[in-house]
């Protein structure tokens, strides 16, 4: 377990930044205690600073993962954002997307989200933004990006894509053989 | 047909009653018979038989009350009875003799064939009786060798064996009356241990086992009820969602269910459900977990507090960590311990998923973390890996593969485990001491109360109340051994009593860093190795040996000297071997009143 370096802190913010805007900073100072951000074999992991301590003494090897892991790095050096960090993607989202009962299923399975499967959406969204995207009942389902900006969508064909589909939380069930954990 | 005495006819037919007495006869020949009967057995004396005769006149006429009146010769004798109701007693007895004394023997004739009619039947059914009683307190005939012998020939239908078993546990109950004479109670035991497994596929060890644990007829129960599923449970991960909302939601996806049992806050039992309840988004979204109720006793008797140090020592697939994560708020620490990786990918997805952050994930060999990680947890809760004994309803294979030398090696982990647990806890943890649980999927004993009492013996600790009150306490004695009397706080739970998996949960606060037996320990492990050789051994003599006389063969020296050893927790007298007798009284009075104590 060791802490990120200068360029790897600054891809991970770049990429938080894309979802949760200025908010990245709150995700450090938080009114509770102090966390951090840790990597253990290419993936980062967040965590408070006391959970930092008590893990310390756990040998290299044996260790498999600490907190809440945020997502990998990949061999490149690029940063891939995994489903376990929705909890605070929604927290701090910017902009959102409702999506219908009809649609909440396929995207589950990995789709995009159509334009008929499009409930609501937050105004302003520039294309190719970082998207949170709900069901009605206001479950967080996943995210990923727009593919249009919240005006362009309206004229959009009902067939279109209106988010491109990134990670969703259906992947919980088919992620254990993808080794995403 | 059926006239009822007692029946509120008008008054104001007497005139009428004198009509048709001979066709109503005929008519209520059938009546008369019933009218009999319900005369009869409303305890009319035959002083009065002949006003009952008046009365069934009376009661047949009342029944035809439309047909037109008529006077004839029988006027003589019949009356008009307009006052006199059945069910009084107020009857002129006096008058209807006197006038019907002459007619009288047509009727009494008629009645008193009908009387010898039921007499005859009474003494049919009184015979039909004591046939039904002498059947059944028939002895029942148990198969002798050479009879067992031909049966191996022909493909006895389970019906057969069922009704074997269940006339062996009826001569078992009632043995005095019920056995043959020249067959002993162990004969009678062995045959049933057989047709058991036979009937549900067990090894015969296992069954008779369990027959030394619960008895003959709780065997059949615990069997009969470890084939059939127990109902499928989640708890509500009350970081994510509230008990309430996530039934309400379940509800509208078309999932029937219900609040699982008053002990249990979060916990919901699914009767009926139309879409998979392991793929709903509301379980993507870490909203529940599904986890049996037996499950989730363990972590309820640990209780463990927000910011307490916690380790997990057998946490995969971590449904029991994420229980503890959520009644610590998230707030603390907690290691999640396995011993192999890929069960752990497992936990952390559940870690995950659940919305757990306090979670540490590690795979160490848990018999290390006591060395490890030495007095560093407040709470440790360690589900240990076991024969599976108690979940043989989810895991059938259990029945056949699991031998009772696989159930010892077990006991052997699982004891190495608890020390190793013991080790880890803080004793100066919040002033108390630290706690921890110790709980498997088993109801065998080796795997059970004997590891605890084993522990008792190396490690100064209690055993405390484990604060669930619906099981049923441990054992503190099976066959030959005796456990320390704090084992009764234990507790033990059976699909047949509970319809929860067996399991088995303790609870156990550290009191101090001392071992009593610390020079002798290697020793004492060798011991304590030997002994379970020598039981295995005594267990396989015993079985040979039972046949011959008939009678459970009395313990050996050597394990009657663990008797003596484990009857109280503190360790055997070691003051000839030179070890400066510890008149401390922080050591001494404790223990000693360790030995009375019931409870904290």
């Given amino acids: ?126 294309q190719y933004a970082g998207v949170v995207v709900y069901s009605m009942s206001d479950i967080a389902l996943g995210f990923g990006v727009a593919a249009q900006s919240t005006e362009h969508c309206q004229s959009l064909d009902p067939t279109g894509n209106v988010v491109l589909h990134q990670s969703d939380i259906g992947e919980y069930l088919r992620g254990i053989e993808d080794d995403m954990f | 047909m059926g006239q009822r005495r007692g029946s509120s006819a008008p008054k104001g037919k007497a005139r009428q009653k004198k009509s048709e007495p001979e066709e109503e006869r005929k008519i209520s020949s059938e009546e008369e018979s019933s009218s009999e009967e319900s005369s009869d057995n409303t305890e009319e004396s035959e002083d009065e038989e002949e006003s009952s005769d008046g009365n069934e006149a009376e009661d047949s006429e009342k029944g035809n009350s439309k047909t037109p009146l008529f006077s004839d010769e029988n ?150 009820a470890s084939d059939r599923p127990r109902p499928l449970v989640i708890r509500t991960n009350t970081l994510k969602a509230r008990r309430k909302d996530l039934a309400s939601s379940l509800m509208k996806r078309g999932v029937s269910l219900d609040p699982l049992a008053n002990w249990s806050k979060v916990g919901l039992k699914i009767i009926e459900s139309p879409v998979p309840i392991g793929a709903t988004p509301e379980y993507l979204s870490g909203h529940y977990m599904l986890q049996s109720a037996a499950s989730m006793c363990p972590v309820l008797s640990l209780s ?121 806890l803080n004793h100066k943890s919040k002033k108390s001491g630290g706690i921890m649980v110790y709980s498997t999927c088993s109801v065998s004993v080796y795997e059970n109360e004997e590891v605890v009492n084993y522990a008792l013996q190396k490690r100064h600790i209690k055993i405390i109340d484990a604060g669930l009150d619906f099981g049923k306490p441990g054992f503190v004695r099976y066959k030959h051994q005796r456990f320390h009397p704090s084992v009764a706080l234990t507790r033990r739970f059976y699909p047949h009593v509970h319809n929860m998996d067996g399991f088995f949960v303790a609870k156990i606060q550290k009191l101090s860093d001392r071992k009593p037996e610390d020079s002798l320990e290697p020793q004492e492990k060798q011991e304590i190795d030997d002994e379970a050789e020598k039981e295995v051994k005594a267990h396989e003599e015993n079985k040979q040996k039972r046949k ?35 008149t401390n009284a922080k050591v001494t009075k404790p223990r000693r009143h360790r030995a009375q104590a019931t409870d904290v």
Avoid at chain 1, 60 to 70: F, I, N, P, S, Y
Avoid at chain 2, 368 to 389: E, M, N, Q, V
Avoid at chain 2, 559 to 569: A, M, N, Q
Wanted: charged share 35%; proline share 4%; aromatic share 6%.
């Fill in chain 1, 1 to 126: 377990m060791r802490p990120l370096t200068e360029d790897e802190t600054r891809t991970l913010f770049m990429k938080l930044t894309e979802y949760m805007g200025k908010s990245v900073e709150r995700m450090i100072n938080r009114s509770d205690e102090r966390h951090c951000f840790r990597l253990i074999k290419d993936r980062v992991y967040y965590i408070s600073e006391s959970l930092m301590k008590a893990a310390n003494s756990v040998r290299r090897e044996d260790l498999l993962h600490v907190g809440v892991c945020l997502g990998k790095f990949s061999k490149s050096g690029k940063f891939r954002l995994h489903i376990t960090s929705l909890e605070f993607l929604s927290q701090y989202a910017k902009y959102k997307v409702w999506v219908k009962p009809s649609s909440e299923m396929s995207f589950l399975y990995g789709n995009h989200v159509s334009k008929n499967g499009l409930a609501r959406m937050t105004e302003n969204t520039p």
């Fill in chain 2, 75 to 224: 006027v003589a004798w019949l009356k008009p009875k307009k006052s006199k109701l059945l069910d009084s007693e107020e009857e002129d007895d006096d008058d209807e003799d006197d006038d019907m004394d002459e007619e009288e023997l047509e009727v009494e004739r008629q009645s008193k064939l009908l009387d010898m009619e039921m007499e005859a039947e009474q003494e049919e059914a009184d015979a039909e009786m004591r046939r039904t009683i002498e059947q059944e307190t028939e002895i029942f005939h148990l198969p002798t060798e050479d009879e067992l012998e031909q049966e191996k020939n022909r493909v006895v239908p389970p019906s057969e064996i069922r009704s074997r078993v269940e006339s062996i546990l009826g001569v078992l109950a009632d043995f005095k009356s019920r056995r043959e004479h020249n067959r002993s109670r162990s004969e009678y035991v062995d045959q049933l241990i057989i047709d058991l497994s036979e009937l549900y596929g067990y090894l015969p060890e296992l069954m008779e086992y369990f027959v030394s644990m619960f008895g003959p007829s709780e065997t059949l129960e615990f069997v009969d």
């Fill in chain 2, 304 to 424: 463990p507090q927000p910011g307490d140090k916690v380790l997990d020592m057998s946490a995969a697939p971590g449904g029991k960590t994420s229980y503890i994560a959520q009644l610590m708020r998230n707030k603390g620490a907690i290691i999640a311990n396995d011993l192999k990786p890929e069960r752990q990918k497992a936990t952390v997805a559940n870690m995950h998923r659940l919305g757990v952050k306090i979670a540490i994930t590690c795979t160490h060999d848990g018999r290390k973390l006591g060395k490890k990680f030495p007095r560093t947890f407040d709470r440790i809760l360690l589900d240990a890996p076991c024969s599976g004994l108690g979940v043989i309803s989810r895991d059938p294979s259990v029945k056949v593969q699991r031998t009772i030398l696989d159930v010892q090696k077990n006991s052997h982990l699982q004891k190495e485990l608890l020390l190793a647990a013991i080790d880890a």
């Fill in chain 2, 548 to 582: 011959a006389d008939g009678k459970p063969i009395h313990i050996k020296e050597n394990s009657k000297k663990k008797v003596r050893s484990e009857h109280l927790s503190i360790p055997p007298k070691k003051q000839n071997q030179g070890k400066k007798k510890k």
